[in-house]
């Protein structure tokens, strides 16, 4: 039995259509998760920093009540800080491009 070229024509158009709705469904999937991923990540960031930087006054001031310089309070506060840093520029391609790079794939092939 062989199919007329014309039914066959519009099958495969009709599948070459399902298929770029299945690509534009899944893409659109995709990227709601990763931005909606972005934005709360963005506001636990916000959140935490203020209260880091709460911690960090509170600190300053209890500190500068027990050794008498608030001046050397603070710097004692921004050295722990600069060292935080430092720790975390010195592991920051396994703490942060590899979590990323594994998040993506998890959210554009499928596996979340």
Do not use: H, Q
Not at 87 to 104: P, Y
């Amino acid at each position: 039995m062989e199919i007329p070229k014309e039914r066959l024509d519009s099958e495969i158009r009709k599948y070459l259509e399902l298929r770029m709705d299945d690509l534009k469904l899944r893409t659109i999937d995709g990227l709601s998760v990763c931005v909606s991923r972005v934005l709360s990540l963005m506001v636990i960031l916000m959140l935490g920093a203020i209260v880091l930087v709460s911690f960090a006054f509170g600190t300053v001031l209890l500190l500068g009540d027990i050794i008498g310089s608030w001046s050397v309070a603070a710097f004692t506060v921004g050295g722990v800080f600069l060292l935080a840093l430092v720790v975390l520029l010195i592991i920051r391609k396994k703490l942060f491009t590899d979590i990323f790079v594994k998040l993506f794939i998890g959210i554009f092939y499928g596996n979340e």
